[in-house]
């Protein structure tokens, strides 16, 4: 859906924003509010981002640069990344491990997509442990990438 005309915008001080959006779809105009960080990266619906930013004090940001939807972020209030899609949320710190059955060790893409785009892999080993912020950031995404 091809966004046509933004009509309004709330900004929050938790650290985004709504937009009311004129958009269009099967030759049909819809109406629709959708929750962006201040740099402009989609976040979800206002109630998402209002769970994710006000609630659990995480700052949304992207999980890969070639994308702009925001599906980890970081949260100094709990000390733990998180990893999200629109099915589940699940926050790491340092020191969680990547179990056998953990969601981090599964990719969110099928067999055949992985052998012919090998790099989009982001599944952790199991026995992986988060020992700085960035292991953290790292179990999130691959997290994210499987429950996309």
């Known amino acids: 859906m091809e966004v046509k005309k933004v009509l309004k915008v709330r900004h929050y001080k938790a650290g985004y924003e709504v937009r009311e959006e004129l958009r269009e779809h099967l030759e049909m105009e819809v109406m629709l509010k959708s ?11 206002s109630k998402t981002a209002y769970f994710l930013c006000k609630k659990k004090g995480i700052k949304p940001e992207l999980a890969d640069t070639d994308d702009n939807v925001c599906t980890i972020g970081y ?24 179990e056998k059955g953990s969601l981090c060790s599964m990719s969110g893409w099928t067999d055949e997509y992985l ?21 953290c950031r790292r179990m999130a995404v691959a997290f994210a990438e499987s429950v996309g």
């Open 75 to 98: 949260s100094p209030k709990e000390g733990k990344f998180f990893g999200w899609s629109h099915r589940a949320i699940h926050g790491f710190g340092i020191g969680d491990e990547v």
């Open 35 to 45: 929750a962006y960080t201040l740099d402009g990266n989609y976040i979800g619906d």
């Open 115 to 135: 052998k012919e785009h090998p790099g989009e892999d982001k599944s952790l080993p199991i026995g992986f442990k988060a020992k700085t912020l960035e292991d």
